[in-house]
């Protein structure tokens, strides 16, 4: 499955689903990572919680995730839009 994330709530939803399907309470992720619990609910609920790079790479490694970057294919339309950012 692909899914392209344009925001920090997208994400957020992604982390959440993943760590459900590993069959993970909040709590045993946190613990895993290092984090507090209401940190990771923070993270999948609101997506505004800040999360660094070697944390986002460590739940993903833990939700069997894996994180790819490529161009965008310029043949493809895409409308910025204030809810996704251009980087």
């Not at 939803?13 to 709590?27: F, H, N, W």
């Not at 609920?45 to 965008?72: D, K, P």
């Amino acid at each position: 499955m692909k899914i392209i994330v344009h925001t920090p709530t997208g994400l957020a939803e992604i982390l959440q689903s993943a760590r459900k399907a590993c069959g993970l309470t909040q709590a045993q992720a946190a613990a895993a990572l290092g984090i507090g619990q209401p940190r990771l609910s923070a993270l999948e609920t609101t997506g505004t919680a800040s999360i660094s790079l070697s944390q986002t790479l460590a739940l993903f490694a833990l939700y069997e995730l894996e994180l790819c970057v490529q161009s965008r294919d310029h043949g493809e339309h895409y409308e910025a839009r204030e809810d996704q950012p251009e980087w």
